[in-house]
């Protein structure tokens, strides 16, 4: 549900946000909380169903200080028809933005055998095995060889810093029913294939596990599987396998074969969400070692936000798990985990007085914003752990008839581009948005501003008040423009020529201002 006790202000601010909001990297940073920045990214999986904004979504990651970015690697788009044509479009676009912005991306494979490869041919082939592990051999050397230091793409585009793809992840939630139709077996023969077809092509380069995942789909056998009993919000119970007992089940299945992990992969990944469930009390719950957590009341105020005590236990099962297995030494990515900043599924949405369908949930987008601060502060804490990715990179409003809550409202960025508290916080860990924790509502920032070139950029400042604003822009601490703004009405600034940040934008009587930018 819209939040109907919004102020007037805050529908405003809505409204003028629908611009796009555009940002640079900053010139100047101040150095990273908790870890270096190699510590810091973002999931950009979903960027393949929104080409369009990809510049623009990139730019953004960039200027929060993501050093790494992470997106899908799709055998199906590359090999359509066959094992002898590719189509390098789609990746080739990625890479080169990922390049421009110097981000380093990471491709991972997701389970999308082309039809003509598939060992299955009814619904959902792409998830199930390849037929012949030969040719997937072939198509994972020839996608490092296009993408590895001085492959293919770096010869053809004469980049001049030896940008690279060098970090390659080898399958995606293999204990995932939704993601992996195969057995383990089958998952750990792919894991073989891909990690030989890398290091072949590049024997510098990195594998990274294929990963295990909470899994919240209910069709785990409790006898054969460590999972955890969880109530449904229709009063039924279904088990969903933990983490750490998908990675158990990998080092077993390597072990059972004789084989040494570092022969499969250079880095153990995994995906780790903390799942919240909605019981018959109209409790948000959640397990830890079977013992229940319970957050919030649905019917009141205290809105559930990420526990720390969770994300400590998972970590702590991970690292046990591994030394169980001689592998300690081994560096840990968590290339997704996230919390929405909005909850819903069909059950929480009804229809208004209007017939208008609403959504209401348990969180808002500041809680959201600590639950990052919380994941990175909680994983930093371990120096195994090297790198955690935040998922995702942008919101899309799926509405009531999504079943996943969490495509819709686990990103940084809204759907019209503007950036939620939890961008800003992402920002603020990375050093590069450091500066914009002032931000009130007589004060706001942006990383950059640019009106060169035929770039068009305004900032739009709007007066909501009964009362005139004064205004003023700063632009790298330099006064570049200043008005007097009267009673519900608005100021365009824009400086043709002028480019340079952060800006700043200041209500200098105190009068709260709606402030957005606009790039063209």
């Known amino acids: 549900m819209r939040n109907n006790s919004l102020s007037t202000v805050k529908l405003l ?29 973002i999931s950009a999986e979903r960027q393949h169903f929104d080409m369009a904004k990809l510049d623009s979504y990139f730019k953004m990651y960039s200027a929060a200080g993501a050093t790494y970015v992470e997106t899908w690697l799709l055998w199906t788009n590359i090999q359509p028809q066959n094992s002898t044509s590719f189509d390098w479009s789609r990746m080739d676009a990625f890479v080169n933005t990922a390049q421009k912005y110097n981000m380093k991306l990471v491709p991972f494979l997701v389970q999308s055998v082309p039809l003509w490869a598939a060992s299955y041919t ?12 030969g040719q997937f051999y072939n198509f994972m050397t020839a996608v490092v060889d296009r993408y590895k230091p001085g492959g293919t793409l770096s010869t053809q585009s004469w980049w001049k810093n030896d940008y690279a793809v060098t970090r390659y992840q080898c399958g995606t939630e293999f204990n ?26 590049c024997p510098t380069c990195t594998v990274l596990s294929g990963t295990a995942a909470d899994d919240g789909v209910p069709y785990y056998n409790p006898v054969n599987h460590d999972g955890v009993l969880t109530q449904r919000s229709n009063g039924t119970y279904g088990y969903r396998q933990t983490v750490w007992q998908g990675v158990k089940d990998l080092y077993q299945e390597i072990a059972r074969r004789g084989g040494n992990p570092d022969n499969y992969f250079d880095l153990l990944n995994l995906h780790t969400f903390q799942f919240i469930f909605l019981t018959k009390a109209g409790q948000f719950c959640y397990q830890i070692n079977n013992v229940w957590y319970c957050t919030r009341d649905k019917y009141r105020g205290d809105y559930a936000q990420g526990d720390p005590g969770w994300y400590q236990y998972t970590i702590n099962q991970i690292i046990s798990v ?14 997704e985990t996230g919390f929405p900043s909005k909850y819903y599924e069909p059950y929480l949405c009804d229809l208004d007085s209007n017939n208008n369908l609403t959504i209401w949930g348990p969180w808002d987008e500041q809680k959201q914003a600590n639950s990052l601060n919380m994941i990175y502060q909680t994983a930093a804490a371990y120096p195994q752990v090297e790198t955690v990715m935040w998922w995702s990179g942008f919101d899309k409003d799926n509405g009531c008839s999504s079943t996943d809550p969490w495509p819709g409202y686990s990103g940084l960025i ?18 590069k ?51 007097v703004i009267s009673p519900n009405s608005n100021w365009s600034f824009t400086s043709p020529g002028l480019i340079g940040g952060p800006v700043k934008v200041v209500s200098t009587n105190n009068q709260p201002l709606v402030v957005s930018q606009r790039v063209i």
């Open 13 to 41: 601010a809505v409204f003028l946000l629908l611009a796009v909001f555009s940002m640079m990297p900053l010139q100047a940073s101040a150095a990273p909380m908790y870890r270096d920045a190699n510590f810091y990214g």
């Open 122 to 133: 009814g619904p959902g082939y792409t998830a199930y095995p390849p037929k012949d592990l």
């Open 176 to 201: 995932a029913e939704h993601a992996w139709k195969g057995s383990l077996a089958q998952y750990v023969d792919l894991l073989k294939t891909c990690h030989d077809a890398v290091k072949t092509a």
């Open 322 to 335: 591994m030394a169980a297995y001689g592998d300690s030494d081994k560096k840990i990515w968590i290339s």
């Open 414 to 431: 809204r759907p019209d581009m503007s950036v939620k508290p939890s961008y800003r916080k992402f920002g603020e860990l990375t050093g």
């Open 433 to 483: 948005l450091a500066q914009f924790s002032e931000t009130s509502d007589n004060m706001y920032y942006f990383p950059w501003y640019d009106m060169t070139g035929g770039a068009g950029d305004w900032v739009v400042i709007s007066n909501p008040n009964t009362q005139s604003a004064n205004a003023s822009v700063y632009v790298n601490g330099k006064l570049e423009g200043a008005n």
